[in-house]
């Protein structure tokens, strides 16, 4: 971008592929789109509903700067209930949105110069946040054989006396991989070995097939040096709410919130009151759309594995999210991505766009109705590539 008052710093961010495929697909009436992480079901209406009764009974103001204590309650209430883990409230802030969370948590905590460990591929807004708070992305790879999961062993060599942290991502966007126990386990050690601090993105929770979802704070001494993200967005449907929680070490929450009270103030109230009634009493609404995401990408996956020169993992580990080898069709990711948008009019995101690891690999998301996700798979056939 080139403006006299754009400041350095704006300008050193350019748009990611997926922004320029937006642009691309303006005027093709007939698209599939499976780029989009966002969830297409309408978050159910009682929660709606139970956010709508408290604005009505007062809830639009701002809340207190952790967030209304009855939903910091209901956070440690579902956590209790879900994974058995118990949290003080000292431990826990309501934000708006996780990417939000995510920002505040790496301001609150990386010093100019830090480094910072990242899995290759995963969700890019991590690297652009902790450049934004200073700090120096480094990238260690994961890889197919070993369904994306990530190793301990692969960061160790990437770890300097200037690494302060791990971001995990678990289940990972854009692979799906999910996090055994022996891996959290294995990070946790490697963690203690360094003096790490560790980030641990679980706004995936309900979208684990491969293993029951398994939260890095279950690991024993963890939740001293562990930053939690969660949010409504994916295991609710709610990405519009714009609604998130953290769970870490007290001193860490308040600096997130003094940090926070000066940026958005507080999270939005009526988000906040859908929070409490999704937490306490939203999972029953949620299971049907779970198992509809499951039926999607199981039966997506499958469809895939028959297209000649593409592969995916089958069953699929987790997310909604496939991510599919291409390399066999002798095109790369990017070249792939933009055929099948310009000759299928489907819309799929290269895997480079998540890391160099992602070479290869495009990310097709399983947030359209099943007979689209086939029909995507049909017209990608017929290509013949
Ligand atoms: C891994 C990951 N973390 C965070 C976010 C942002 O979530 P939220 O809507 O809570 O800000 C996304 C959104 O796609 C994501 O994929």
Same mark, same amino acid.
Request: charged content about 20%.
């Given at each position: 971008m080139d403006h006299k008052f754009i400041a350095d710093r704006a300008a050193k961010f350019t748009p990611s592929v997926l922004m320029q495929l937006q642009s691309m697909m303006s005027g093709m009436d007939d698209i599939i789109d #499976?780029? *989009?992480?966002?969830?297409?079901? @309408?978050?159910p209406e009682p929660i709606l509903t139970a956010g709508y009764q408290d604005a009505l009974k007062g809830y639009t103001h701002y809340s207190p700067a952790k967030g209304y204590p009855d939903v910091i309650q209901a956070v440690i209430d579902s956590y209790k209930k879900k994974m058995n883990i118990d949290l003080d409230a000292d431990r826990v802030i309501i934000e708006a949105s996780s990417a939000y969370s995510c920002f505040l948590a790496c301001f609150a905590t990386i010093n100019p110069g830090d480094e910072i460990l990242l899995a290759d591929p995963t969700f890019l807004a991590y690297k652009s946040q902790i450049a934004y708070a200073g700090g120096v992305p480094v990238f260690f790879p994961t890889y197919e054989e070993d369904h994306w999961r990530i190793k301990a062993k692969n960061a160790e060599p990437f770890i300097t006396e200037k690494t302060k942290g791990i971001f995990l991502c678990n289940p990972n966007n854009p692979t799906g991989a999910c996090l055994h126990k022996e891996d959290l386990q294995a990070i946790y050690d490697l963690a203690e070995k360094y003096d790490l601090l560790i980030y641990a993105d679980e706004i995936y929770t309900s979208y684990s097939y491969e293993v029951p979802f398994t939260s890095m #704070? @279950? *690991?024993?001494?963890a939740a001293e040096r562990t930053i939690v993200l969660n949010s409504l967005s994916k295991n609710f449907v709610a990405t519009g709410a714009r609604l998130g929680w953290v769970i870490a070490p007290p001193e860490i929450i308040t600096s997130m919130m003094r940090l926070g009270v000066n940026v958005v103030? @507080?999270?939005?109230s009526i988000s906040q009151r859908m929070a409490k009634f999704a937490l306490e009493q939203g999972e029953a609404y949620l299971e049907p759309i779970m198992a509809e995401f499951k039926e999607r990408m199981f039966k997506t996956a499958e469809r895939i594995n028959r297209i000649p020169h593409l592969s995916v993992q089958s069953p699929p580990p987790g997310s909604f999210y496939l991510f599919v080898n291409v390399k066999e069709t002798g095109l790369d990711d990017v070249e792939f991505t933009m055929k099948v948008l310009k000759d299928a009019h489907v819309t799929v995101v290269p895997g480079s766009d998540f890391g160099d690891q992602g070479k290869g690999y495009v990310r097709i998301c399983a947030t359209q109705a099943l007979p689209k996700l086939l029909e995507a798979c049909d017209r990608i056939e017929k290509l013949g590539l």
């Amino acid at each position: 971008m080139d403006h006299k008052f754009i400041a350095d710093r704006a300008a050193k961010f350019t748009p990611s592929v997926l922004m320029q495929l937006q642009s691309m697909m303006s005027g093709m009436d007939d698209i599939i789109d #499976l780029s *989009i992480g966002d969830p297409d079901f @309408t978050t159910p209406e009682p929660i709606l509903t139970a956010g709508y009764q408290d604005a009505l009974k007062g809830y639009t103001h701002y809340s207190p700067a952790k967030g209304y204590p009855d939903v910091i309650q209901a956070v440690i209430d579902s956590y209790k209930k879900k994974m058995n883990i118990d949290l003080d409230a000292d431990r826990v802030i309501i934000e708006a949105s996780s990417a939000y969370s995510c920002f505040l948590a790496c301001f609150a905590t990386i010093n100019p110069g830090d480094e910072i460990l990242l899995a290759d591929p995963t969700f890019l807004a991590y690297k652009s946040q902790i450049a934004y708070a200073g700090g120096v992305p480094v990238f260690f790879p994961t890889y197919e054989e070993d369904h994306w999961r990530i190793k301990a062993k692969n960061a160790e060599p990437f770890i300097t006396e200037k690494t302060k942290g791990i971001f995990l991502c678990n289940p990972n966007n854009p692979t799906g991989a999910c996090l055994h126990k022996e891996d959290l386990q294995a990070i946790y050690d490697l963690a203690e070995k360094y003096d790490l601090l560790i980030y641990a993105d679980e706004i995936y929770t309900s979208y684990s097939y491969e293993v029951p979802f398994t939260s890095m #704070l @279950t *690991i024993p001494g963890a939740a001293e040096r562990t930053i939690v993200l969660n949010s409504l967005s994916k295991n609710f449907v709610a990405t519009g709410a714009r609604l998130g929680w953290v769970i870490a070490p007290p001193e860490i929450i308040t600096s997130m919130m003094r940090l926070g009270v000066n940026v958005v103030y @507080t999270a939005p109230s009526i988000s906040q009151r859908m929070a409490k009634f999704a937490l306490e009493q939203g999972e029953a609404y949620l299971e049907p759309i779970m198992a509809e995401f499951k039926e999607r990408m199981f039966k997506t996956a499958e469809r895939i594995n028959r297209i000649p020169h593409l592969s995916v993992q089958s069953p699929p580990p987790g997310s909604f999210y496939l991510f599919v080898n291409v390399k066999e069709t002798g095109l790369d990711d990017v070249e792939f991505t933009m055929k099948v948008l310009k000759d299928a009019h489907v819309t799929v995101v290269p895997g480079s766009d998540f890391g160099d690891q992602g070479k290869g690999y495009v990310r097709i998301c399983a947030t359209q109705a099943l007979p689209k996700l086939l029909e995507a798979c049909d017209r990608i056939e017929k290509l013949g590539l």
